[in-house]
């Protein structure tokens, strides 16, 4: 999925789920409109928030997230970490949740 509008100035929130090499990057404008949903390697997330305005990045609290928080705050951002049971809600498919509880898929 890659969607991303050339005018990246009406960004007001960016949601960011860290992966080891790809990064997902959600953002929307005030309206809740997507603006650009992509994903970044690794060297190319520090750049791509350069170039946006200051937002309120959030994440899912995990190993890695405080040091990309404490980057992007560098970059002027607000960061806002998100505990795993909160972000859990979000996740679409609920794979690992249906095999926790015990359920077969057939």
């Known amino acids: ?3 991303i509008v050339p ?6 929130s960016v949601g960011l ?6 990064f997902q990057v959600h953002c929307v404008d005030v309206h809740g409109t997507v603006i650009a949903a992509k994903a970044l390697r690794r060297r ?3 750049p791509f928030f350069a170039a946006l305005p200051s937002v309120t990045v959030g994440m899912e609290a995990c190993g890695s ?4 928080g404490r980057e992007l705050v560098a970059l002027g951002h607000a960061v806002k970490l ?3 049971a909160y972000v859990k809600p ?3 498919r609920q794979k690992t949740l249906r095999q926790a509880q ?3 898929v057939s």
């Not at 789920?17 to 790809?22: A, C, I, P, Q, S």
């Not at 997230?65 to 990309?68: I, L, M, R, T, V």
């Open 65 to 68: 997230a405080h040091h990309w």
């Open 1 to 3: 999925m890659s969607k």
């Open 44 to 46: 190319e997330v520090l």
């Open 102 to 104: 015990g359920d077969r």
């Open 17 to 22: 789920d860290l992966g080891k090499h790809v």
């Open 90 to 92: 979000f996740v679409k």
């Open 7 to 12: 005018d990246l100035s009406v960004v007001t």
């Open 82 to 84: 998100i505990p795993p």
